[in-house]
């Protein structure tokens, strides 16, 4: 399915697909809402993640800190529908612009995984600088989809 990476030519302006994954056989992936543009999440795919999102037309990563392939929604139903997919120049990094059944993507329950902004060009003060939300309420309740188990991503 993809290409052997021969020349700079040939990746950066041919027609194939030659993915470039990082020594850990890893890809970034920026997740975005296709109709606003919103940005969703980061993941990572590795081979088959980007594999099988070609062949499926939803959005599947690798899960870094659970070491396994991961269908976004196969759990909680917010299954990721691929609108469109962009590698960028140098194939070592993916855009999916996506429509989200149930119109959340984060696992803490927020429709984006960057629900929290951070303040720049404020003077250091020696305390942890302090993150805003700027989304407030929850798309759906975490626990109820995955119970009460703790997240294993986080830590």
């Known amino acids: 399915m993809f290409a052997n990476r021969i020349s700079v030519e040939q990746v950066e302006e041919g027609n194939e697909l030659a993915p470039k994954f990082d020594a850990e056989g890893l890809l970034p992936c920026v997740t975005t809402q296709a109709d606003t543009g919103e ?7 590795n081979a088959e993640a980007l594999k099988r999102t070609i062949e499926t037309g939803e959005a599947h990563y690798y899960s870094r800190s659970r070491k396994v392939l991961w269908h976004k929604g196969a759990s909680s139903g917010l299954v990721q529908k691929v609108v469109e ?6 194939q070592d990094a993916v855009w999916l612009r996506v429509r ?3 119109d959340a993507s984060c696992h803490v329950g927020y429709r984006s995984c960057f629900y929290r902004s951070v303040p720049t ?3 250091e003060t020696g305390k942890p600088v302090e993150l805003t939300y700027e989304e407030t309420e929850k798309t759906f309740d975490p626990k109820a989809v995955y119970g009460d188990a703790p997240n294993p991503t986080i830590l």
């Open 39 to 45: 940005v969703l999440m980061l993941g990572y795919m």
């Open 121 to 123: 060009g404020q003077p």
């Open 100 to 102: 989200v059944v149930g």
């Open 85 to 90: 997919m962009r590698i960028d120049d140098d």
